[in-house]
């Protein structure tokens, strides 16, 4: 049955990698009860030291780096001067939203936080409480009501 401790180290081992630790310590306590840690044991015997060096590391998919990538670029784009509304198809508050910037005949720009660029845009923009969020030279509105439209946007109204 030494196949379980030494899954056990192997899984502290990756933990403590993932950490950016790379020792690991295998004591017996008093009882006889092997423990691994990633600190020196304060009771009980240190009965090993294990230390990783340069492990093995699975690379990253294409589309994962094509993704870091793109969300990179759009970072570093400069930041339009217009309103932009990040939505998501699937929110009905941002359908609302829409319809009434629509309907007052509103210019605005809008992103998808579903889509890379979106989510990227809305990252920047301090988005994480919800959507819709509307920003813009002093304008900023997280959710939808229209008399909060209205009212932040009365100076804009064409």
Do not use: H
Not at 19 to 34: A, E, F, K, L
Not at 56 to 64: H, K, N
């Amino acid at each position: 049955m030494k196949t379980v401790p030494a899954l056990i180290a192997i899984a502290f081992a990756c933990g403590a990698w993932a950490q950016g630790s790379d020792t690991v310590y295998r004591s017996v306590g008093p009882d006889g009860r092997v423990t691994y840690s990633q600190t020196p044991p304060s009771q009980g015997k240190l009965d090993r030291k294990l230390e990783f060096e340069k492990l093995p590391a699975t690379p990253l998919p294409a589309y994962l780096l094509q993704f870091r990538q793109d969300v990179s670029r759009e970072a570093q784009a400069p930041q339009p001067t217009g309103l932009r509304l990040f939505s998501a198809t699937w929110c009905g508050y941002c359908k609302q939203a829409k319809a009434w910037l629509n309907a007052n005949g509103m210019a605005y720009e809008e992103l998808d936080i579903d889509k890379s660029a979106g989510l990227a845009g809305f990252r920047q923009a301090g988005g994480g409480g919800g959507v819709p969020l509307l920003v813009g030279p002093q304008v900023r509105l997280q959710g939808f009501t229209a008399e909060a439209y209205a009212t932040a946007l009365a100076k804009r109204r064409p």
